[in-house]
């Protein structure tokens, strides 16, 4: 691409989004931010610096211009259900294994799936968003069902993929992945011969899986929860073989224990994503948290740990986040279950990187986080929808957390970080009854400068080496103009209709009115 010279342009500039009017960026061929200078152009030229065919000059007079926005979760893959059963509670509308998201997305065709994430994506492009954070369903599929329908997109994506546990796998297929107990497994070994991996060693056989039963031909296996005795998602990994009559054949002898094939997934996954996403505690036993953390573990063993290269797209390290404190219920359940909180529980067994939610996390919980150096994203509509609450977000600045902003599942919210902004900032202030504790520059950093921080990637800034994403917002129309308090009126006032042009990567991806 060409060279770029923006001239008159009024931004919000670097870390702490400082205001400069009349300045110029200049964008080298790459689309990364070269240099940024106060001067005006005649300034430039003054200073010897040519502008010649090879540099597109772009006249950015009458916008302002903000870093693009970074939307730090998201669930684009449920976008077919936008508001289908919009009063039901968080557990009926999204939970991973029983909910109307779940049918929903197991009975609609994966090419309706594909259209519909691809109209969100052109949905936040025009909304200012350049980059997010997707928590994508339905392990490696998941993850290459998010490609294909991107794989004309320009927005930046982060992906972080989930290992699917699919309770209707039949036998034969659980069979090819599944590491089985010590005796069994010593079945397949001989002598001092290195034992083989499942998919060497195991058929897909159902008998195989039935090897005990001798009274009882021809009878379906079912998939047992191990922990709870109920058929349905095993969260737990320990598959219990019963015979149709629900009885256990080998009496509690014989389990399938499925770490080989959980490892095995998450290796796959990690090759084409960013890192995990992980739905929540409550849906994961405590083996399962800590495969996840040996497979993060195993990965960042191969690697020379690199520092963020500014610039590029790449990021260092897998990342895991996950949900957690998002309801009461959730909180109740995990001490029920496990006699810690899901935020206790979770820097014990898979020390995640990102906290999503943490809307019902109290002090002691946030001082835990804020001393393990844990990242955490809000997504203040959501919770709203969903009646879950509010997050504590002025104890969350004051322990000094960088906080990002998503606009969660678009099933329940448009992808619209101009909502989300102005939502959270009059909540908080409402909720806490103090409007000195948070302002319109924070929350318009959570939105942008945080959001790269949190993911170690050279956007969500106006600086130099960082990727010109930018966002032209036409600051005298009427509902903007006169514009005392920029900072203010982008986060109460603005929307879709005051965005005129989208760059990223130094391209214009967006134009809604002449911009040269």
Known sequence: MKQKLLKNVTML???????VRSGIIEINEFGIIENISNKNVVEFRNQNRKINDQIEVIDAEGFIILPGF?????HIGDSIGKDISSDKDLNARVHPHYSIKKTILDK???????QMISNTAISMIKKGITTFVDFREGGLQGVDLLEIALNSSPINRIILGRIDLNPKLPPQHLAKSATINSQSFAQNTKGNEKPKTPNESIKPSAQMLKHNSKSKKNKDIYIINARTGQKGPCTDLEVILLDEDGQNENKGQDEIILKSYFIKSGESILKKSHGFGISGANENSDKMLSWYNEIVARQKSKKTKKAVNQGTNEIS?????IHAAESKSAVEESMKRYGATEIQRTLKLLNPDIYVH????????????SRNKKKIIVCPRANGVLGAGLSPIKKMLELHFELGIGTDNVMLNSPDMFREMDFLLKSQRALEKDTHFINAKDVLKMATVNGGKIFGIGRGCIEQGYNADLVFIDRYDL??????????SI??????KHVKGVMINGELVLEKTVIK
Not at 13 to 19: A, I, Q, S, T, Y
Not at 70 to 74: A, G, K, L, V
Not at 317 to 321: E, G, H, I, R, S
Not at 491 to 496: I, M, Y
Request: proline share 8%; charged share 20%.
């Open 317 to 321: 390290l897998p990342l895991t986040a």
């Open 491 to 496: 986060v109460t006032r603005c929307s879709e």
């Open 13 to 19: 500039r670097g870390d702490n989004l400082e205001l």
């Open 108 to 114: 609609t065709p994966r090419s309706q799936l594909i």
């Open 358 to 369: 943490v809307t019902n996390a109290n002090d002691m919980e946030l001082e835990l986080l």
């Open 70 to 74: 970074i939307n730090s979760h998201t």
């Open 479 to 488: 509902d903007l103009y006169p514009l005392f308090d920029p900072y203010t």
